[in-house]
């Protein structure tokens, strides 16, 4: 049974940075991602990673100060995020992906629980 749970989430002023990490247990060889939910939004793609690290894509609002990484000695994902905005604001979910890369909901067979990200102005 695999299971992803979220952490680092948390208050930060605009311009600041946060590491979240995804930790999984189960199965553990699949293609990786976050997405982001905003209050009265529809969950968006964030960042999505490939089994060995060779495929990383990322949202264009999230480009540049977003960094996606794995260690699969540790079964955890990473998502560094710098210079953050008030509109980055949301419950960031990871997922994962028998099929590879994810870039839409549709596209995620497990889900995590989510870690609240708050930008303040």
């Known amino acids: 049974q695999v299971q992803l749970v979220e952490s680092g989430g948390g208050l930060v002023q605009a311009g600041g940075s946060l590491r979240l990490s995804c930790a999984a247990s189960?199965?553990?060889?699949?293609?990786m991602g976050w997405f982001r939910q905003a209050p009265g939004k529809e969950r968006e793609f964030v960042a999505t990673?490939?089994?060995?690290?060779?495929?990383?894509v990322y949202a264009d609002s999230v480009k540049g100060r977003f960094t996606i990484s794995r260690d699969n000695a540790k079964n955890t994902m990473y998502l560094q995020m710098n210079n953050l905005k008030p509109e980055d604001t949301a419950v960031y979910y990871c997922?994962?992906?028998?099929?590879?890369?994810?870039?839409?909901?549709?596209?995620?067979?497990?889900w995590g629980q989510g870690t609240q990200v708050t930008v303040s102005s």
């Open positions: 997922a994962g992906s028998r099929a590879g890369i994810i870039r839409n909901v549709r596209g995620a067979d497990y």
């Open positions: 189960g199965r553990t060889n699949y293609a």
């Open positions: 990673i490939s089994w060995g690290s060779s495929m990383r």
